[in-house]
């Protein structure tokens, strides 16, 4: 995370596992290719937050609520933390509202094998699951389509500005992405393969 101080204004950018929740004057900044940005806001408190997620799994089941899969798991705990944390500075859950981006497909359809592939389509189901599952209006949305974004939310007005990546970007954002992915399903499976005890 970085946090740059431009007059008045603090701009903070988060990366891929993180997320930042405040009651401040500010602008939340983040690149966006796969990956899904949660942006919520509760308007009554002034409280906002924005998270930065790539959900992790080698396995996507097509038929299954993404929000009850491995991958899931990985969403619903970036969904929580977020949401605990805007809690927690005076948010009430009844007035979160979301604004939802990302989830692009950065890889090209000859590689139909790669599990990269689908990634950005089910950071796209998962977060429109997840939202309506836990009753918070989804405002607007950008998601999907083969164009990484950058996105700043404004805390003044809890308005998004999005610029598109221009295509000569795509292979570099495609290389960070594939490699916090892979890190991303190497740690999970260190975490769900170690047995549960009972005492």
């Known amino acids: 995370m970085n946090i740059v101080t431009k007059g008045n204004v603090e701009h903070i950018t988060i990366h891929p596992g993180e997320y930042y929740v405040t009651s401040k004057n500010v602008v939340i900044s983040t690149l966006l290719g ?3 940005a949660a942006c919520l ?3 009554v408190n002034k409280v906002l937050g924005m998270n930065h997620f790539l959900l992790s799994s080698k396995r996507y089941a097509k038929d299954m609520p993404v929000c009850i899969t491995e991958a899931g798991r990985y969403g619903i705990n970036a969904m929580e933390l977020l949401i605990n944390g805007m809690l927690k500075l005076g948010a009430k859950r009844e007035n979160l ?3 939802a981006f990302g989830g692009s497909s950065l ?3 000859s590689k139909r094998s790669d599990n990269f592939l689908c990634v950005g389509e089910v950071n796209c189901r998962f977060i429109v699951e997840f939202l309506k599952n836990d009753g ?3 405002i607007t949305s950008d998601l999907g389509g083969d164009r990484g974004r950058v996105i700043r939310f404004l805390s003044n007005d809890y308005s998004v500005l999005r610029r598109r990546i221009a ?3 795509i292979p570099v954002l495609q290389k960070k992405e594939k490699q916090f992915w892979i890190k991303s399903i190497q740690a999970e499976e260190r975490i769900f393969s170690e047995p ?3 005492l």
């Open 97 to 99: 509202r979301a604004k």
């Open 34 to 36: 796969s990956c899904v």
């Open 41 to 43: 806001y509760d308007p």
């Open 167 to 169: 295509k000569s970007g």
């Open 136 to 138: 918070i209006p989804l």
């Open 107 to 109: 890889l090209s359809s």
């Open 196 to 198: 549960d005890l009972w």
